[in-house]
């Protein structure tokens, strides 16, 4: 875990470094590698939830952009967005290890996909 | 790329700008942008509310972040108003109580001036009697009736001194003291 840095006291700026840092798992979570068929269910259907829901956000940030200033749509575009899509993209990162370890332990590959 | 930046300016922005329309044109891209993250802060809100714990937690950097960019807004936008006051001729003095506006002067007693410093210390935003009690006079044991009564004063201050504000009253929300431009 040599990537993680301390918090820079800069939300956006920790969830970008977050965001690119693929290593990194939630509370509780442990290594993929180890678990059990439970936990590794448990975990898949932790990051399906929540990369649905910062797909869901971007989605509304994109649609809602549409309508701003240009002023408005360049500050969102610097400040919002690239933060989404960096936990997204770690979310679905995070959720392609669990789905390999489901599929390494079960045999059952996932049919919501 | 990522920018965290409370209280830095957009690209741009120029508060020292002698134009008044400069001024009005980014209080309206703060109040456009903090309606935005508002939005966008319901909803995710909503949506974290739904999933599990652990997730919850991940989560909760988004609202955090939002929430500080908001933070940010806000002090830009109050910024912005004061600086439309200073643009506009109003001075506000606290020593003697004393309001003057383009040629015309006030002095008020202490609760009207406490009551005008909040409402233009907090443009735009609305406050409920309980609120203008216990923020502005720092005195909740007050009754709401002395809420109304300085508004009717303050008011009529405005209106005598032409200041282009308007201390509005909306149902559920309460009082603001909205700009209204020359």
């Known amino acids: 875990m040599d990537k993680v840095k301390p918090p820079s006291g800069r939300p956006d700026v920790d969830a970008a470094q977050r965001g690119g840092d693929w290593t990194q798992g939630m509370d509780g979570e442990g290594i993929p590698g180890d678990s059990t068929l439970e936990h590794a269910l448990y975990w898949r259907q932790i990051y399906t939830e929540i990369l649905a829901m910062e797909e869901k956000v971007l989605d509304r940030i994109r649609q809602l952009m549409n309508t701003q200033s240009d002023e408005v749509r360049r500050e969102v575009e610097l400040t919002n967005v690239p933060v989404v899509v960096a936990q997204a993209e770690r979310f679905r990162q995070r959720l392609g290890y669990w789905d390999a370890r489901v599929v390494q332990l079960d045999g059952h590959h996932r049919k919501d996909r | ?182």
């Open chain 2, 1 to 182: 790329m990522i920018k965290g930046r409370p209280a830095q300016a957009l690209e741009g922005e120029n508060l020292e700008t002698k134009r008044w329309e400069d001024a009005r044109h980014w209080i309206s891209i703060y109040a456009d942008l903090l309606e935005f993250k508002r939005g966008i802060l319901d909803r995710v809100r909503r949506d974290v509310a739904n999933l599990q714990v652990p997730a919850q937690k991940a989560a909760a950097t988004d609202l955090k972040i939002i929430e500080s960019q908001m933070q940010g807004y806000q002090v830009r936008l109050d910024l912005w108003y004061g600086r439309i006051w200073e643009l506009q001729g109003l001075w506000v003095d606290p020593t003697g109580r004393v309001v003057r506006h383009q040629g015309g002067e006030a002095a008020l007693t202490k609760r009207e001036f406490q009551l005008l410093q909040f409402l233009l210390d907090h443009p735009h935003r609305y406050f409920t009697t309980s609120q203008i009690l216990g923020q502005a006079w720092a005195d909740p044991a007050l009754f709401p009736e002395e809420v109304r009564n300085y508004v009717r004063r303050l008011r009529k201050i405005l209106r005598d001194l032409a200041i282009p504000a308007d201390l509005v009253n909306k149902p559920g929300r309460g009082y603001s003291l909205v700009f209204r431009g020359p």
